[in-house]
């Protein structure tokens, strides 16, 4: 597990293995916490992830589902829409003033 969470240090720039202390063990955190924390973070995503996973949720979306279903996904959609023009502004806005 120690090579495991010392390869994952280096590749993200996190410090799980170094909270292994075998000098110490009395005061390190104990293993199954280190470890829980570790597993969430390799399951976050970055905003790409995200983006790109939602992207091809919704070519995958068929028509007589978006039909059949209009009324709960129309308001999403229009939630969706916003956000993105939000965050589409905020970047925007950001790179101006950069």
Same mark, same amino acid.
């Given at each position: $597990?120690? /090579? ?10 996190? =410090?799980?293995? =170094? +909270?292994?202390?075998?000098? /110490?063990?009395? =005061?390190? *955190?104990?293993? *199954?916490?280190?470890? #829980?924390?570790? %597993? +969430?973070?390799?399951? *976050? ?6 983006? #790109?996973?939602?992207?091809? &949720? %919704? +070519? ?16 999403? %959609?229009?939630?969706? &829409? ?6 589409? *502004? $905020? $970047?925007? &806005? #950001?790179? #101006? =003033?950069?």
């Amino acid at each position: $597990m120690w /090579n495991q969470l010392h390869s994952y240090d280096g590749d993200k720039i996190t =410090t799980f293995a =170094t +909270q292994l202390d075998i000098d /110490n063990p009395e =005061t390190a *955190r104990p293993m *199954r916490q280190i470890e #829980a924390d570790f %597993l +969430q973070h390799k399951t *976050r995503r970055s905003p790409v992830d995200s983006i #790109a996973a939602l992207i091809k &949720a %919704l +070519q995958e979306l068929k028509v007589d589902t978006l039909v059949s279903q209009q009324d709960h996904l129309e308001p999403m %959609l229009d939630e969706a &829409a916003k956000l993105i023009d939000k965050y589409k *502004r $905020m $970047m925007k &806005a #950001a790179a #101006a =003033t950069g």
